[in-house]
Structure formats: structure tokens, C-alpha cells
């Protein structure tokens, strides 16, 4: 780790070290900062596991219920993001066990409910072949996502997002960040694979 790493994360941690106390202090304005500055990452986050738009925003609420509990018990190993988007996204991988998806779920048309259906309908009707093919090749590569490997397919979901790096990834996942990148490459691998025996790539 660089020295001008190491010296971002420390002034990181003293940062949510200071917000942490401000909100245990009663301050009423600091956790309305919280869900401002990370609501946003927290959505995307457990959409990208949920692909449902209801079921994501309401494990993002439950997320921040169990944040304002446990804030007396972060200790800043992590930051303070990390720590939320662990509880994120083992919120999301719980409701993600709990629901049957349907096959609508898993084309990822379902978040916004008939608006979506009508969207695609719609898009079918002006260009209904590449639509179509544009569709399909979707549902494809998302069943591909599907059939990797558990530990694979979350570290390639969560390494999706820009605002997340190798050292987050392993702490929401909780390994070292070598595994981290070793299950990205094999993800990588697997999907290239998988998609170019289906004559996708």
C-alpha cells in the first residue's frame, strides 16, 4: 500500500470516527447526512443482487434501521461505507434467498412494474427485431451471471462499481483482497466462456 493511500484511509477513518460520535451525540442532522451521502451506492448495491426495484429500496431502508442500531458498535477496522454496504448486502443476499424469482425477476423487468413491461413493448413494436435480439442477448448474459459460482458471481457484482475497490470488495466480502482478485479473474474467465459456447462473444 502507498503512503498516499495509507494517509486517505487514515484521514478516512478519523472522519467517520468524528460522524460516528456526532450521531451518537444526538446530533439530529449527522444521520440525515448518512443517507444522503450513501442511500445512493446502498440502491445500486442491492439492486444489482435484487434486480427488483421495491425489494431494493426496502432493503435499503431495513439496512439504515440496523445502521442507526449498530453504530455503537463500529470500530473503524472498516470504513465507515464498507461497513454499511456489508450490512447491505447481506441484507440483500438474505432477501434474494427468501423470494421466488420469477421469470420476470430474473430478465430484471419487474423493478418498475407494468412501466417496464409497457417500455419493452413499446421498443418491441418500433424496432422488433433488435429489440428482440437486444432483449434475449440480455436474458442470456444475465443467466450466465446466475450460473457462476456464488463467491464468484458477488465479487464480480460488487467489483462493478466504480465507487468500490479491490480493498472494499474484500471487506464486504470479508477476504483478502488476493482472493478478491483471484475471484474476479476466474469470473471473468468462466463468463467469457459460458457466453462464448452460447455464440454471445
Known sequence: MTAPRLRI???ERASDAQFVERVLAGDQTAFGELLRQYHGLCYHVAYKVLRNASDAEEVVQDAFIK???ALPEFRGEASLKTWILRIVWRLSLNRQRD?????????GLDGDG???VETVQSRLAEHP?????AQDTQQKVLEAIDRLPESLRQALVLHGFDELGYDDVARILQVPVGTVCSRIHSARR????????????
Open 67 to 69: 445502521v442507526h442500531g
Open 190 to 201: 468462466k463468463l467469457a466462456e459460458d457466453l462464448h459456447r452460447r455464440g454471445l462473444m
Open 9 to 11: 484511509q487514515t484521514a
Open 99 to 107: 423470494r421466488s424469482r420469477s421469470s420476470w425477476a430474473r430478465l
Open 129 to 133: 427485431d433488435k429489440a428482440y435480439q
Open 114 to 116: 407494468e412501466s417496464q
